[in-house]
Structure formats: structure tokens, C-alpha cells
């Protein structure tokens, strides 16, 4: 099992907790709910344009709503899937929630935007994905 942390590209703050890898197989696609349990992490690949991606569970995390409000349309929560709506204690957009009431609930990180670092014998390397 990979254990990872999130950190901002930009300042380098430690933007996550310890997080533990599951499998995409196991993750909840159901309207509504937590896509995960918390302290999780799952490495996801969009087919259609061959994108990676780490989505977690909504947590508390060294993340702060977008000032841009518009960045959270949806009725009930965020559906906003083309823009980062979190952004680091920085400033540096990282991630787009995903809280509506019709999916799944979770936070997607941008890869370009953050640096994955993976337990190594007890200390955080940065991984390539």
C-alpha cells in the first residue's frame, strides 16, 4: 500500500495528511456520497484524455475556498469540473471540489499544481506519476 502527502508546487506547504492508497475499483460512484473514506487517496486515469490525477476524500485540509464564487455552481454543493475552486494558504489554485448533491463527493488535486512526495523508508521522496 502507497502512502502519500500533497504538497503546493508554489510555497511548498504541506497541503495533506499521511494518505493511504485504494484501489480506483473500490472507490464510491454514488450520487451523494463520500467518494472514499477519509485519510485516502486513489490514483485516477481519465481515459478520454489519458489524465492522471489524486482525488481524496472532502477533509480538513491546508486548503482554503476560491474567492471566486463562481467556481462553485451546483445547487447544492460544487459541480465544478473545469476550474480549481481550493486553493493553498498561498494562494496557488490546486484542486476543484466536488460536492453536489447528484455525485460523488471528493477533491481532485491537479498534478501540475502540487508535488506527491511517497513514503520511502520512513521519509517523504517526490514522486514522478
Partial sequence: MRTIKIY???CKIELTQELYE?????????????IMPKSNFSLVINEQGNKKSIMV???NYNLKNHSDKTRFTGC????????LNKVCLCGNEVATEISDCW???YIEFDLNKVIVKG???NIYK????
Avoid at 76 to 83: M, Q, T
Avoid at 126 to 129: A, F, K, S, T
Fill in 8 to 10: 503546493c508546487r508554489e
Fill in 22 to 34: 485504494i484501489p480506483e475499483m473500490n472507490l464510491c460512484w454514488e450520487e451523494n456520497m463520500d
Fill in 57 to 59: 476524500a472532502i477533509d
Fill in 76 to 83: 447544492c454543493g460544487s459541480s465544478s469540473f473545469n476550474s
Fill in 103 to 105: 455525485l460523488s463527493h
Fill in 119 to 121: 513514503k520511502i523508508s
Fill in 126 to 129: 517526490e514522486l514522478l506519476l
